[in-house]
């Protein structure tokens, strides 16, 4: 006699995206005035370079109820991304430089402020763990 056992766990593959994903953009604590300690603290920058990163956004909320995205709690949109249905408090942090072209500053020299609103979060879902802050959407 054989039995076959399916557990909700995450998948290997997946721990280390979805660990990355959490590190980056899920803070159920997260306020205006932490942004320049807290994007100091996580080093982030752009995507392979040390450029201090544009901007970044937190979600206001614990893993399972962003993780409920991927698991009935959002609309697909296709290309493995999913609006939430509902909204979420978020705090954006932008770097404080507004011309880009004028400003390259790395990391560690990078300023931040913060603002924060109620949207509409889409994220990327892979086997039902979310791995990538795609966009959020402001529902006026």
């Known amino acids: ?11 290997a593959d997946i721990s280390h995206r979805y660990t990355h994903f959490l590190r980056q953009h899920v803070k159920g604590d997260m306020t205006i005035q932490k ?33 409920a995205i991927c698991t009935g709690g959002g609309t697909p949109m296709g290309n493995s991304l999913f609006e939430s249905n509902n909204r979420f408090p978020v705090v954006i942090c932008k770097h404080k430089c507004k011309k880009k072209t004028l400003c390259q500053h ?25 791995v990538h802050y795609g966009d959020d959407i402001l529902i006026v």
């Open 1 to 11: 006699m054989c039995a076959t056992v399916m557990v909700h766990s995450q998948p």
């Open 106 to 130: 790395t990391h560690p020299r990078c300023e931040y402020e913060g603002s924060s609103s109620t949207r509409k979060v889409v994220i990327a879902c892979e086997r039902e763990w979310p």
């Open 35 to 67: 942004c320049q300690g807290v994007m100091g603290y996580l080093e982030l920058t752009e995507s392979d370079s040390a450029n201090c990163k544009v901007k970044n956004t937190f979600i206001k909320a614990n893993s399972n109820q962003v993780r």
